[in-house]
């Protein structure tokens, strides 16, 4: 995911997209922990889509304040 992508989208669909990859994290952390999951570089590009963002929706939060 870039961050242009992120950019163009709303801020209802960022969020429900944050919720998406943070389950999506969860499950992530209990598959490698049960040993299901073999590709543990996932986890890092999950937590750097989680901070894009994070940091877009914050952004947009000071720009309105």
Avoid: C, H, P, Y
């Avoid at 209802?12 to 499950?27: F, R």
């Avoid at 490698?32 to 937590?47: A, D, S, W």
């Amino acid at each position: 995911m870039t961050i242009k992508d992120i950019r163009t989208k709303t801020e209802n669909e960022l969020t429900k997209q944050l919720k998406e990859l943070k389950k999506e994290m969860e499950t992530f952390v209990t598959n490698i922990l049960q040993k299901k999951e073999k590709n543990v570089k996932k986890g890092m590009f999950l937590r750097k889509d989680i901070a894009k963002i994070k940091t877009v929706l914050n952004e947009r939060k000071r720009s309105d304040a």
